[in-house]
């Protein structure tokens, strides 16, 4: 615990003694730096986008080999457990990233 209390803050004393200046940005300069920050953005869309469905892509392949593998029959049950395992790794991943996304 401090051994002095918090005094008051008063907004207009802060104000008052503040002697900085506001220097306004040149509109050319804020043009660039607005249309590099849009780029910024884009391109940091993109690159979510790719990275999404590169991985939708090597879930889809992965849970097809687990299907395949399930559904073959010359398999015996402790070679298709792994199969099972992927499944509900994937399923349970999924159900967490969409949970994920919706509490955002």
Avoid at 19 to 29: A, F, M, Q, R, W
Avoid at 59 to 87: M, R, Y
Wanted: aromatic share 8%; with cysteine.
């Amino acid at each position: 615990m401090p051994e002095k209390p918090i005094e008051n803050i008063s907004i207009p004393d802060v104000a008052s003694q503040w002697t900085g200046n506001l220097v306004s940005e040149d509109p050319i300069d804020k043009q660039h730096r607005l249309q590099q920050e849009a780029y910024d953005a884009c391109h940091q869309r993109w690159r979510t986008n790719f990275v999404i469905l590169i991985a939708v892509i090597g879930l889809g392949c992965v849970l097809v080999l687990c299907f395949q593998t399930l559904n073959d029959s010359t398999l015996s049950p402790s070679e298709q457990k792994w199969a099972t395992v992927f499944l509900s790794s994937i399923v349970t991943g999924s159900i967490g990233f969409l949970t994920g996304k919706l509490n955002k």
